[in-house]
């Protein structure tokens, strides 16, 4: 059985790692990119101890920023619908509060996708897949209404309508007021879910 003094080794590596995230996050937040050794200064942590937790900048800072986001959506449900829901519904209640969030937490997401694609200068960070989950709950009660390569082409075309990727491409490329985005998605969630009710109908009958 793990000693009282083990509990607390791993409770204070914990803490010295999120002082770290939180110090990363700041830094990003001021919109630098900071090294390892600069989140290491700012919170006061020795640059060798901060080393033996990331020994690189691109993963430290794309895990502080997944970690604020992860603790923003922490208490929300994404599979909440009206009892007896149908899949075009279910499309725009997860597409709009997806969407919501991100707009409500733009320059946080907006950040993330500069970690992503290495702010111009750093290779790229592979990027979360937290959304595919909350997706595929809000369908879950309508997912056996499609056959399986149907729901997964459902669920990648919702997906697309879910990220910082899109109000970037609705508001900044296509020029939609902010208050338009959610509308727009919703509309957009629609017709990918009509497409994918038409195509497993076409399934059903060729069988």
């Given at each position: 059985m793990p000693s009282q003094e083990s509990f607390e080794r791993v409770a204070q590596k914990q803490r010295t790692r999120n002082a770290?995230?939180?110090?990363?996050?700041?830094?990003?937040?001021?919109?630098?990119?900071?090294?390892?050794?600069e989140a290491a200064d700012r919170a006061q942590i020795s640059r060798a101890t901060a080393y033996r937790y990331f020994s690189a900048p691109e993963p430290m800072a794309h895990e502080a920023v997944l970690d604020a986001i992860a603790r923003e959506f922490a208490e929300v449900s994404f599979a909440q619908a009206p009892a007896g829901a149908g899949p075009e519904e279910r499309a725009e209640i997860i597409a709009g509060s997806i969407i919501a969030m991100v707009m409500t937490h733009e320059a946080l997401f907006r950040t993330f996708l500069s970690v992503s694609v290495g702010g111009g200068k750093r290779p790229p960070s592979r990027r979360g897949g937290r959304r595919l989950g909350w997706i595929r709950e809000a369908l879950a009660p309508v997912a056996a209404d499609f056959p399986p390569d149907v729901l997964d082409r459902m669920v990648h075309g919702i997906a697309l309508l879910t990220g910082i990727e899109t109000l970037v491409v609705l508001h900044d490329v296509c020029g939609l007021p902010h208050e338009a985005v959610i509308a727009e998605t919703q509309a957009l969630a629609r017709i990918i879910v009509?497409?994918?009710?038409?195509?497993a109908q076409l399934t059903s009958n060729e069988a």
């Open positions: 770290l995230l939180a110090a990363a996050r700041e830094l990003l937040a001021e919109g630098t990119h900071p090294t390892v050794a009509r497409g994918a009710l038409a195509e």
